[in-house]
């Protein structure tokens, strides 16, 4: 496949999205491009993962569809979680610096912080708090660290206020 860029994007592409943690590949998948303004990609890919997922607040599974939305400019990700049928879950939303589209690749670096708001948005969870200052961070990278807390922050801001469909709109 030759270079995707918002000029000859096609929706119907193939990516390949590299989510990196660490310095480490987390997980690499193939995903349909949904579409790209250039600022905003969007992709749509089955769940990636071996087996079930099971969170406790929600479970990720095979049959299980994400829409996923990355940003150039912003430090976060919004994943829009449906069953194979249809029926939303809710968003799963990975604080992470801008996402790098590079040919047919799309690269996001996970910064451990996430947010999850249910499909009816009564409930919104801070994640991984906890290993984000475990990550060291805060302290190797202060400037991406505070930009990480910011993206946390707008996004439950928006999740309890607005919701999240605004944004994806």
């Not at 590949?25 to 087996?51: C, E, F, H, N, S």
Request: glycine share 10%; aromatic share 8%.
């Amino acid at each position: 496949m030759s270079a995707v860029s918002p000029e000859n994007a096609l929706s119907g592409d193939t990516l390949s999205v590299h989510l990196v943690k660490a310095g480490s590949t987390k997980i690499r998948y193939p995903a349909d491009l949904v579409g790209d303004d250039g600022t905003r990609v969007t992709v749509r890919a089955p769940w990636a993962a071996p087996g079930v997922r099971d969170f406790g607040f929600v479970r990720f599974e095979p049959g299980d569809v994400f829409t996923e939305h990355y940003w150039r400019d912003r430090w976060y990700a919004v994943k829009e979680v449906r069953t194979g049928t249809g029926l939303l879950k809710g968003w799963y939303c990975d604080i992470t610096r801008p996402a790098v589209l590079r040919d047919a690749e799309l690269l996001v670096e996970d910064l451990d912080l996430d947010l999850w708001v249910s499909a009816d948005g009564s409930s919104v969870l801070r994640l991984d708090e906890d290993e984000f200052e475990e990550s060291g961070l805060p302290d190797r990278d202060p400037e991406a660290a505070g930009q990480a807390l910011r993206a946390l922050d707008e996004l439950e801001h928006l999740a309890r206020t607005e919701g999240l469909t605004g944004l994806l709109g």
